[in-house]
């Protein structure tokens, strides 16, 4: 859902992807993975992999490696919301009809 913000100019927020693609912001999502896996092995609970792998890919990759692994693998793996309508599925299309 929050990719739609980059087309929506109702939200009115600019370069979104530039934004969200800054190291800053990369390394900050990769270091979720790390305290989500150190709370799960510290409590015995288990970890959202379908989460994890969206964050290892955007603190790898930015949004645009995101957005190039949904175009890939239809999502695999990736948390529903992701991929569900209105999630990627929506800027995908609106981003196949500009090419």
């Known amino acids: 859902m929050l990719i739609r913000l980059m087309d929506d100019p109702a939200y ?32 015995g609970l288990p970890v959202r992999e379908d989460l994890m792998l969206a964050r290892k890919i955007i603190s790898e990759s930015g949004v645009k490696g995101l957005i190039d692994y949904v175009k890939k693998t239809g999502g695999k793996g990736l948390p529903a919301a992701l991929i569900a309508p209105g999630g990627l599925e929506m800027y995908l299309s609106s981003e196949d009809q500009r090419e």
């Open 12 to 43: 009115q927020v600019k370069d979104f992807e530039t934004k969200l693609g800054k190291k800053e912001f990369r390394d900050s999502i990769g270091g979720l993975n790390k305290v989500d896996r150190d709370f799960s092995d510290k409590s």
